[in-house]
């Protein structure tokens, strides 16, 4: 009988991560609770820092498990769906009354349906490319937003509607049909010009000078190349490149291919059924002697 003992437990190193960020996306909360809304917005921006470590290293040390998967999404709908909600809505969106927590429950909202629809479509989905705003990538903007106006000391009664356009523009945008450029095609094995490098000290000390401002910029940058990629990629918009269930678009040469698997159907079965039965002789021949 096989041992069940090794299928036990959860692996510590990538759960940890996953923990390490959900206590960040709290402490957000907390902190924003208690006026410190520079720290709170802060404290998103770590939790993203964990969320991107979790998956890799887990990836990198064979560690991955469907309890991880499912335990990084309740993180992330705390860390970058109901912290930035309340972080904004502590410093501005409060000021508007019932459009301030509307914009607040959009956000969360969007935010757990962007999860749900990544999660039960990501095996079928083409990786180079987000459907819909990724919830960090929302999370930052509107954390990002507070940051500044936290830092610059901006009044936030005076930017209130601004901060209710962008928690429910971020919110839409996560539930929408615009591709978003994954990054997940890049080699970060394989090697590079020296002027990259040189590129990569240059951001780093562009986001140094003011990371509150730049980080804001370059997400709503983010933000915008979705609607931009998918209305130049189009022949003609249609409500399903915005919202809604996407029909599939057949390829120019989908006819022909489908004619071809249908001709190597009867060889890939007669292959199948071949491998199948030298599996089953062999191991009637490994088998003990009953």
Same mark, same amino acid.
């Given at each position: 009988?096989?041992?069940?003992? +090794?299928?036990?437990?959860?692996?510590?190193?990538?759960?940890?991560?996953?923990?390490?960020?959900?206590?960040?996306?709290?402490?957000?909360?907390?902190?924003?609770?208690?006026?410190?809304?520079?720290?709170?917005?802060?404290?998103?921006?770590?939790?993203?820092?964990?969320?991107?470590?979790?998956?890799?290293?887990?990836?990198?040390?064979?560690?991955?498990?469907?309890?991880?998967?499912?335990?990084?999404?309740?993180?992330?709908?705390?860390?970058?769906?109901?912290? %930035?909600?309340?972080?904004?809505?502590?410093?501005?969106?409060?000021?508007?009354? +019932?459009?301030?927590?509307?914009?607040?429950?959009?956000?969360?909202?969007?935010?757990?349906?962007?999860?749900?629809?990544?999660?039960?479509?990501?095996?079928?989905?083409?990786?180079?490319?987000?459907?819909?705003?990724?919830?960090?990538?929302?999370?930052?903007?509107?954390?990002?937003?507070?940051?500044?106006?936290?830092?610059?000391?901006?009044?936030?009664?005076?930017?209130?509607?601004?901060?209710?356009?962008?928690?429910?523009?971020?919110?839409?945008?996560?539930?929408?049909?615009?591709?978003?450029?994954?990054?997940?095609?890049?080699?970060?094995?394989?090697?590079?010009?020296?002027?990259?490098?040189?590129?990569?000290?240059?951001?780093?000390?562009?986001?140094?000078?003011? %990371?509150?401002?730049?980080?804001?910029?370059?997400?709503?940058?983010?933000?915008?190349?979705?609607?931009?990629?998918?209305?130049?990629?189009?022949?003609?918009?249609?409500? /399903?490149?915005?919202?809604?269930?996407?029909?599939?678009?057949?390829?120019?040469?989908?006819?022909?291919?489908?004619?071809?698997?249908?001709?190597?159907?009867?060889? +890939?079965?007669?292959?199948? /059924?071949?491998?199948?039965?030298?599996?089953?002789?062999?191991?009637?021949?490994?088998? %003990?002697?009953?």
């Amino acid at each position: 009988m096989p041992d069940q003992s +090794k299928h036990r437990g959860i692996y510590l190193l990538p759960n940890l991560l996953t923990t390490a960020g959900l206590f960040s996306g709290f402490y957000a909360i907390v902190a924003s609770m208690n006026g410190s809304f520079e720290l709170a917005a802060i404290a998103i921006f770590v939790a993203m820092v964990f969320d991107g470590l979790d998956g890799r290293v887990a990836r990198l040390t064979n560690t991955q498990s469907e309890f991880g998967a499912e335990y990084d999404s309740m993180a992330d709908i705390v860390s970058f769906g109901i912290a %930035p909600a309340l972080v904004a809505y502590n410093w501005a969106l409060h000021d508007v009354g +019932k459009l301030g927590w509307l914009a607040a429950f959009i956000f969360v909202a969007g935010g757990a349906l962007r999860l749900a629809r990544f999660n039960t479509a990501h095996g079928s989905s083409d990786t180079r490319y987000f459907q819909g705003l990724a919830i960090p990538s929302a999370a930052a903007i509107v954390a990002g937003l507070v940051w500044v106006g936290a830092k610059y000391d901006i009044d936030p009664e005076n930017v209130s509607l601004i901060v209710v356009f962008f928690t429910i523009a971020c919110g839409l945008l996560m539930v929408s049909n615009f591709k978003y450029h994954s990054f997940k095609d890049v080699d970060w094995r394989g090697k590079v010009n020296f002027l990259v490098i040189l590129l990569v000290v240059l951001v780093f000390v562009v986001v140094a000078t003011e %990371p509150a401002l730049v980080l804001f910029l370059i997400f709503t940058a983010y933000a915008v190349s979705g609607p931009v990629m998918t209305i130049k990629n189009v022949n003609k918009l249609r409500l /399903e490149h915005i919202l809604g269930d996407q029909k599939e678009e057949c390829e120019p040469n989908s006819a022909t291919s489908s004619v071809k698997q249908q001709d190597d159907a009867p060889a +890939k079965e007669g292959a199948s /059924e071949t491998d199948t039965n030298k599996k089953a002789e062999a191991k009637r021949n490994d088998a %003990p002697n009953d």
